[in-house]
């Protein structure tokens, strides 16, 4: 389930992307959303990869296996082959046409003359670019035509996928598939743990007020935003280093890790009011839709130091 959620989110981000680039606009704001999107995409593929490793280890652990797959592209492949692409060169790539039963869409194919029986040799299927290793390796050697019982079977590897570890233990060394240091703080959240939900204004960095409601929860020892109610909010999602971040553990399945921050300023309905100065609120972002914004214990904290002084708590 957590795959195809990450699948799904890649190709929403995807399409996001793609009008983008081609509105024609060119200003900063847009140039900001761009890279924001590209690393929304990175991230999208990096979970991929960590789920396939983690739900199918056998597949990338035995080489047996791993020679014996098919030779086509899975949806999933052709999903990351796009997001590298788009990540790598800031374009989304047109789609050649080509049949519905052909299956060789971003490939050099190359196919030897047929045999003497008239059968049509198996395809040696190229790929315009590796992923993984971060370099290109150099285009292989023109073969020249052989006769048909000396021309090898070619190895069978999905493009684009790195060699697979020959262990759970070297994988982490292996230079396609880099380690992703672990979080140990994780965000528990759960609808029965809601005190209440409050009424305000979130200021976006441009200074325009959105009206917005949140659930308070005291025993969650941080603020979470979803990354729909933040772009809807016109918030900047700040990038994530190789070490930060949280994980969110929502009780609906498996933990899911942070794909960055947020600041921003709330202010109550009666903003204007001096006794109730703005707040200044930092939340860890996820992809989950439905977590909409959900303020815990250290906004609790700063409202109480903050808004005390008053003598009363504003209404909501």
């Excluded at 991230?43 to 490793?53: A, G």
């Excluded at 030779?71 to 082959?81: H, I, K, R, S």
Aim: net charge positive.
């Amino acid at each position: 389930m957590e795959s195809v959620k990450t699948s799904l989110s890649l190709l929403m981000v995807t399409a996001q992307f793609e009008a983008m680039v081609r509105s024609g606009n060119d200003n900063d704001r847009l140039k900001k959303r761009i890279r924001r999107l590209k690393r929304v995409i990175r991230h999208h593929l990096e979970t991929m990869r960590d789920l396939r490793v983690q739900l199918d280890p056998a597949r990338f652990n035995d080489a047996a296996s791993y020679d014996s797959l098919d030779l086509d592209l899975t949806p999933e492949d052709t999903l990351e082959e796009l997001g590298w692409s788009i990540y790598d060169h800031g374009t989304v790539p047109d789609s050649p046409r080509t049949s519905p039963s052909s299956s060789e869409n971003h490939f050099n194919v190359r196919r030897a003359p047929p045999n003497p029986a008239g059968q049509p040799r198996i395809p040696l299927r190229i790929p315009t670019e590796r992923r993984g290793s971060g370099t290109t390796p150099p285009p292989p050697p023109s073969m020249p035509s052989q006769p048909d019982d000396s021309i090898p079977s070619p190895r069978r590897v999905s493009p684009g996928r790195p060699p697979p570890p020959s262990n759970p233990a070297s994988e982490a060394s292996s230079p396609g598939i880099p380690a992703r240091p672990l979080v140990s703080n994780t965000l528990r959240y759960r609808k029965e743990n809601v005190g209440e939900s409050i009424g305000g204004y979130v200021r976006s960095p441009r200074g325009a007020l959105h009206q917005i409601t949140a659930s308070l929860v005291e025993t969650l020892n941080g603020n979470i935003i979803s990354i729909g109610t933040a772009q809807a909010l016109g918030l900047e999602i700040e990038a994530l280093g190789p070490d930060e971040g949280v994980m969110f553990d929502f009780g609906s399945g498996p933990p899911e890790r942070s794909i960055g921050k947020v600041t921003f300023q709330w202010k109550v309905w009666d903003h204007i009011n001096p006794r109730y100065p703005p707040l200044t609120v930092t939340c860890d972002v996820c992809e989950n839709s439905i977590v909409g914004l959900i303020l815990g214990r250290p906004f609790i904290q700063e409202r109480e130091r903050r808004w005390s002084k008053g003598g009363s708590m504003p209404k909501y």
